[in-house]
């Protein structure tokens, strides 16, 4: 276990180097010895807002086909009538996507849950309540934040295998909580940091100026915060549906896009 840890965990690699290091220099230069420790720090810390550079933890962020695919995601729901009108639009264009749902939401609304599943989409763990500080609480609470949600999920025939953490933030402690757990870290690589639907407008046009191959997209199934833009949100999603396709790139379901399973089902969903 802890051979294996080593060889798959660059962190903890990093940390023994320039521990050594840093502890051969004390004798002679204990200033150097401090900055050596004090990168490292800042290494984690930065590591822990750049999930994709899987220094933390494995992680998946986007897909490795080297064809025209993208997949869509979407979070922080299940959400009326947000949720609804999107897997109508979805269906519209034939589109499959994955959302990744808090347990809070999924306890709200379970009867989009099994909507969603029912359409052919795939379901993700999102953490219970989706506080946007999760990474920064202890392990117990962020195993109890996973682990709730997935059995909520699970007793409505949902076995996730995928976590997205809120925001995109992980840490040191993610990865021992999502082996126990049997599940994978995935978050995105092309989003149009809309905050969670607080910044609508253009979010079509954001996302169609820099997706490409393989990106995960990251969307959000919850009501745009400002009533104004309510009417601008679904036109949005639907343009950049269009714009996808005009680019030439092929919507395919994120377990096709990563070459992994997102999630199984129970016969009786």
Partial sequence: MKRKLLSSNPAVVTGIVLLAVSALVFAV???????????????????????????????ISRGQTGKNLVALTFDDGPAEPTTRQILDLLDKYSVKATFFVSGINALRYPEIIKEIVSRGHSIGNHSFSHNPFLMLTNFNNLYREISMAQEILRKMGINTKAFRPPVGIVNPKLSPILDKLGMFCLTFSCRAFDAGNFHVKEIGSKILRKVKADDIILLHDVPPRRKEDSAFFLPEIERLLNGI??????????????????MNRSDNL
Avoid: H
């Avoid at 990168?39 to 933390?56: D, E, G, K, R």
């Avoid at 396709?245 to 997102?262: M, S, T």
């Fill in 29 to 59: 230069n204990p200033l150097f010895a401090a900055a050596i420790a004090l990168f490292y720090i800042l290494l984690c810390v930065s590591a822990c807002f750049l999930p994709q550079t899987n220094f933390l933890l494995p992680e």
């Fill in 245 to 262: 396709i005009a680019k030439g790139l092929c919507i395919v379901p994120l377990a096709d896009l990563i070459n992994q399973e997102v």
